[in-house]
């Protein structure tokens, strides 16, 4: 399993990035039912700040499309998976003193959602890092599945291939817009 292409559908998921509040929603309350299964308040708060959840509704309709995808195909993820079971180095927090720019925002990052969520930093990060770990593996599975594994060259680069993998999430979208439901705007 390539880690450029579980890199890339990570960093797709960073692009999508805007404006909003959930605060006035209940954490139980549906943001949208896709084929059956709630995506909730609560869900996109857990990996999202606040002002920002609202905003990657479309990408947790993305993501659950083809989570249900993989299993309706019967794929194995288990492959794309960390090996360990806390997230790998990614449910690690940084140390508090830490100097590294990007250390500083995942630590910032993690003490403000375990506030808000009444966790312990520590906490949170292993929950995240597992959480965002098997949205990859999904992903990974599933666009590896349809365009195959990635190989970078001057042909098809690792533009190219990010393009190809939205237009098949896109697709997976049309293909089951009768079955998905946005209950808030």
């Known amino acids: 399993m390539s880690k450029v292409v579980q890199f890339s559908v990570l960093i797709l998921l960073i692009f999508m990035v805007g404006c909003s ?35 990657y509704l479309d990408w947790a309709i993305r993501v659950e499309l083809v989570k249900q995808k993989v299993k309706e195909m019967d794929l194995d993820i288990s492959d794309k998976l960390s090996d360990e079971r806390d997230g790998g180095w990614f449910g690690e927090l940084p140390p508090t003193n830490t100097k590294d720019k990007g250390g500083k925002q995942i630590r910032k990052f993690a003490e403000s959602q375990a506030q808000k969520l009444d966790m ?66």
């Open 120 to 185: 312990k930093p520590e906490e949170f990060q292993r929950e995240y890092a597992k959480r965002i770990d098997e949205q990859n593996a999904y992903l990974v599975t599933y666009i590896e599945k349809k365009l195959g594994v990635a190989e970078f060259d001057e042909e098809k680069g690792m533009e190219i291939f990010n393009k190809e993998a939205d237009h098949l999430l896109e697709e997976l979208v049309e293909d089951n817009e009768d079955e998905i439901e946005v209950l808030i705007d």
């Open 21 to 55: 509040i959930v605060s006035k929603y209940d954490d139980n309350e549906a943001a949208a039912i896709v084929k059956g299964q709630e995506i909730t308040i609560g869900d996109l708060r857990f990996l999202y700040p606040d002002d920002t959840a609202l905003d």
